[in-house]
């Protein structure tokens, strides 16, 4: 345990927390609506935060009931599944299927006895004690370049300060217009499904039904399994897959993101298997005993009982279960803000990557060097250890990359850290934005480089004038989180 951590946990039995009231982006905010920035606070000596380790634990804390729920409703359809076995095979022109992000997706639902949803509700006031404080406003160097895509600003110290999160910001993977109940918030939710099977992209088959989960391409359930009577069946499976969950920002913040609040129910409930098909390591970080054992390799079974955990929106993951991720992922590791010297370039081998690479590395290396900072160049091939990487983000106050995956690890670096993303066009002249509600969502400083001729010939040049600028504010980025 680090000096830090110990004299956190030391100081915590008196400090305050942080004021947690967010202004969320303007993901949930209708036309009409004009709501107050709230700015963030500064944070003083007397006002420490609660460790990584503390607010796993509380979080947790919280979860129990919810997971007790989940475990006895398992046990229940298990037994009448044995006792009463139902049969059904491929879906038929007469099954329905339902999408969970339609609005009245939960209604519709009820109308099935082999589904019965779970729902974790909690005081967003107390949930705002634990999640990570602030969200910062998006920032780049050509708003009028990117407003067909996003608006944003182009004054630098618009990072500088944080603002409060509307609440709207619970409704993340939630159906469209979902109703919250005040002071009882759904953060999140998972379907037990009795006798069931899924499809290759993600989709739930359970005799005249079947669910779509939020994610990437919802509408495409991919190849059914085999014929249903010939599938190994299993007592218990929790499945996370969905499509494009092989790639690493999709498994990082859609699919992961999914597992975390089942941790302790999967460790007290060993006969659970997982379905996650991806190979992300962050999974191998959550503590999920013999997990490697329990990881189903195909989509070709069936489960007695199926748990299926809320997804979100392409692009868009949901905040409590993305911030458990980085949580778990951040465990063990120093996590003082006040330390963070690295600023990190992330050197992409191919596609989206620097052709100026050298000489933009020579220009943070003397920049770095000015402000008693190091440089970490962190390269893809071959990779760094995960070891290395996770230490390295985690000390980052600057990272600055290509749009690529290797942003991902953002997920390791502390609140308050600034990416500098160089935006990139498509080849349909759109522009791939992920990473900026993935960086309001760890209350990660985002900025946008944009030019309309392209990410890969930016200069060292054009890095600078960001750079320089945040650095001359090291102090507000160290203390204002």
């Given at each position: 345990?680090s000096?830090?951590?110990?004299?956190a946990?030391?100081l915590?039995?008196?400090?305050?927390?942080?004021?947690?009231?967010?202004?969320?982006?303007?993901?949930?905010?209708?036309?009409?609506?004009?709501?107050?920035?709230?700015?963030?606070?500064?944070?003083?000596?007397?006002?420490?935060?609660?460790?990584?380790?503390?607010?796993?634990?509380?979080?947790?804390?919280?979860?129990?009931?919810?997971?007790?729920?989940?475990?006895?409703?398992?046990?229940e359809?298990?037994?009448?599944?044995?006792?009463?076995?139902?049969?059904?095979?491929?879906?038929?022109?007469?099954?329905?299927?339902?999408?969970?992000?339609?609005?009245?997706f939960?209604?519709?639902?009820?109308?099935?006895?082999?589904?019965?949803?779970?729902?974790?509700?909690?005081?967003?006031?107390?949930?705002?004690?634990?999640?990570?404080?602030?969200?910062?406003?998006?920032?780049?160097?050509?708003?009028?370049?990117?407003?067909?895509?996003?608006?944003?600003?182009?004054?630098?110290?618009?990072?500088?300060?944080?603002?409060?999160?509307?609440?709207?910001?619970?409704?993340?993977?939630?159906?469209?217009?979902?109703?919250?109940?005040?002071?009882?918030?759904?953060?999140?939710?998972?379907?037990?499904?009795?006798?069931?099977?899924?499809?290759?992209?993600?989709?739930?088959?359970?005799?005249?039904?079947?669910?779509?989960?939020?994610?990437?391409?919802?509408?495409?359930?991919?190849?059914?399994?085999?014929?249903?009577?010939?599938?190994?069946?299993?007592?218990?499976?929790?499945?996370?897959?969905?499509?494009?969950?092989?790639?690493f920002?999709?498994?990082?913040?859609?699919?992961?993101?999914?597992?975390?609040?089942?941790?302790?129910?999967?460790?007290?409930?060993?006969?659970?298997?997982?379905?996650?098909?991806?190979?992300?390591?962050?999974?191998?970080?959550?503590?999920?005993?013999?997990?490697?054992?329990?990881?189903?390799?195909?989509?070709?079974?069936?489960?007695?009982?199926?748990?299926?955990?809320?997804?979100?929106?392409?692009?868009?993951?949901?905040?409590?279960?993305?911030?458990?991720?980085?949580?778990?992922?951040?465990?063990?590791?120093?996590?003082?803000?006040?330390?963070?010297d690295?600023?990190?370039?992330?050197?992409?081998?191919?596609?989206?990557?620097f052709?100026?690479?050298?000489?933009?590395?020579?220009?943070?290396?003397?920049?770095?060097?000015?402000?008693?900072?190091?440089?970490?160049?962190?390269?893809?091939?071959?990779?760094?250890?995960?070891?290395?990487?996770?230490?390295?983000?985690?000390?980052a106050?600057?990272?600055?990359?290509?749009?690529?995956?290797?942003?991902?690890?953002?997920?390791?670096?502390?609140?308050?850290?600034?990416?500098?993303?160089?935006?990139?066009?498509?080849?349909?002249?759109?522009?791939?934005?992920?990473?900026?509600?993935?960086?309001?969502?760890?209350?990660?400083?985002?900025?946008?480089?944009?030019?309309?001729?392209?990410?890969?010939?930016?200069?060292?040049?054009?890095?600078?004038?960001?750079?320089?600028?945040?650095?001359?504010?090291?102090?507000?980025?160290?203390?204002?989180?």
């Amino acid at each position: 345990m680090s000096k830090w951590t110990i004299f956190a946990i030391l100081l915590t039995l008196s400090a305050t927390l942080i004021a947690c009231n967010i202004l969320w982006a303007s993901y949930f905010i209708t036309r009409n609506e004009v709501h107050d920035a709230v700015p963030a606070r500064n944070i003083r000596s007397e006002e420490i935060p609660l460790t990584v380790e503390e607010r796993i634990m509380k979080i947790n804390s919280l979860l129990k009931s919810y997971l007790n729920q989940i475990e006895s409703i398992g046990k229940e359809v298990l037994k009448e599944e044995t006792m009463n076995p139902t049969t059904f095979d491929l879906p038929s022109k007469h099954s329905q299927k339902l999408a969970a992000i339609k609005e009245d997706f939960f209604s519709h639902l009820k109308q099935f006895r082999s589904v019965q949803t779970v729902f974790f509700q909690l005081d967003i006031v107390e949930m705002r004690r634990l999640i990570f404080p602030k969200r910062y406003e998006f920032t780049s160097n050509d708003c009028e370049g990117l407003k067909k895509f996003k608006n944003c600003y182009s004054d630098h110290t618009r990072l500088l300060e944080g603002h409060a999160v509307q609440d709207s910001v619970v409704n993340i993977g939630m159906p469209k217009n979902f109703t919250q109940e005040p002071h009882n918030e759904t953060w999140t939710f998972l379907h037990v499904i009795q006798n069931a099977a899924v499809s290759e992209h993600g989709d739930i088959i359970t005799r005249n039904l079947t669910v779509s989960p939020q994610r990437c391409r919802s509408h495409d359930g991919g190849q059914l399994p085999r014929t249903f009577k010939k599938l190994k069946v299993y007592d218990h499976v929790l499945d996370i897959h969905q499509f494009w969950d092989y790639g690493f920002y999709h498994s990082t913040f859609e699919s992961l993101p999914r597992l975390t609040p089942y941790v302790n129910f999967l460790n007290e409930n060993p006969d659970v298997m997982i379905y996650s098909r991806n190979n992300n390591d962050i999974q191998g970080l959550l503590g999920i005993q013999n997990l490697n054992k329990r990881l189903l390799k195909d989509h070709n079974f069936r489960a007695k009982v199926l748990y299926s955990p809320a997804g979100g929106k392409c692009g868009m993951p949901a905040l409590l279960t993305t911030q458990l991720l980085s949580l778990y992922a951040k465990q063990g590791l120093e996590n003082n803000p006040l330390t963070r010297d690295k600023i990190i370039l992330i050197k992409r081998s191919h596609k989206r990557f620097f052709e100026n690479h050298d000489a933009i590395a020579s220009m943070l290396a003397k920049e770095a060097a000015s402000h008693n900072l190091e440089l970490f160049v962190f390269r893809d091939n071959p990779l760094p250890n995960m070891k290395l990487t996770r230490r390295m983000f985690n000390e980052a106050i600057l990272i600055i990359a290509p749009h690529g995956a290797g942003e991902s690890n953002m997920v390791y670096a502390q609140p308050g850290t600034v990416l500098i993303e160089a935006v990139c066009f498509t080849q349909k002249r759109t522009i791939q934005l992920c990473y900026h509600p993935a960086s309001q969502l760890l209350g990660i400083r985002y900025y946008a480089l944009f030019f309309e001729s392209g990410c890969i010939n930016i200069t060292p040049e054009q890095i600078q004038t960001p750079v320089v600028h945040f650095l001359r504010h090291l102090h507000t980025l160290r203390t204002t989180y």
